[in-house]
């Protein structure tokens, strides 16, 4: 892997373990409203398919999408309010992370975090877990609202802002690191190659589907690869 330049990953399920703080965050949410807070199963699909939690909310919701564009945004703002009051309380970072981004730095490699997360949200995290200082960009849910930009596994953040700032001449020199659907389905659309975090969220026979061009069951083997 040492001919790769640029590193993209994912945030949640790849970078870190955020299965409990979502599931937190999601609970709070419906019972805020005074909903029923869906079945684990469902919450379990909806966080390992790598959506926003704009569209995550709207497919879980009873009345979906005839939901009024300011009612779902009201529940979005609550579960980031309430996510980001736990997030340091449940969140952890996935074994080989923090030696993993330290060791691409050291290698002057380019490292960028491109989450469909809010940006303040993937912010506060990576400063509070130090993973900060390792990366290039972060690229999250509202970082570019001048571009009206659309998320993973929309092309866009790549085309649009990732080539041109970086300068970025061969897309074989990009690996796409994610644990979705969503992540995986970007690389494809952004015609780079993919590796796959099997130890996340995603849905195995989806994202395999996808033929990704590496697998890894821990983030201490893109370390070795990286010799």
């Known amino acids: ?55 995550a909310l709207i497919s879980m919701h009873p009345q979906g999408s005839s939901l009024l564009p300011e009612e779902i945004a009201a529940m979005v703002k609550f579960y980031r309010s309430i996510y980001s009051t736990v997030d340091t309380r449940y969140t952890i970072l996935f074994p080989g992370a923090m030696e993993l981004l ?7 490699k380019t490292v960028v975090v491109l989450s469909n997360k809010g940006i303040e949200t993937v912010k506060n995290s990576l400063t509070c877990f130090g993973l900060d200082k390792y990366t290039d960009l972060i690229i999250a849910d509202g970082s570019l609202p001048e571009l009206s930009m659309k998320m993973k596994p929309d092309p866009a953040s790549y085309v649009t802002v990732i080539k041109k700032k970086f300068n970025i001449r061969n897309d074989d020199e990009v690996l796409m690191i994610g644990d979705t659907y969503s992540d995986l389905l970007f690389a494809k659309n952004c015609g780079i190659k993919s590796c796959w975090a099997a130890y996340g969220y995603g849905d195995k026979e989806l994202c395999m589907s996808l033929k990704p061009e590496y697998v890894i069951t821990e983030l201490k083997e893109l370390v070795g690869a990286l010799g």
């Open 1 to 55: 892997m040492t001919h790769f330049n640029y590193f993209l990953f994912d945030y949640d399920g790849t970078l870190c373990h955020t299965h409990d703080t979502i599931n937190r965050a999601m609970e709070a949410t419906f019972l805020e409203y005074n909903l029923t807070v869906p079945d684990e199963q469902v919450r379990l699909k909806a966080i390992g398919s790598g959506i926003t939690i704009h569209d």
């Open 102 to 108: 330290e060791a691409l730095k050291t290698a002057q």
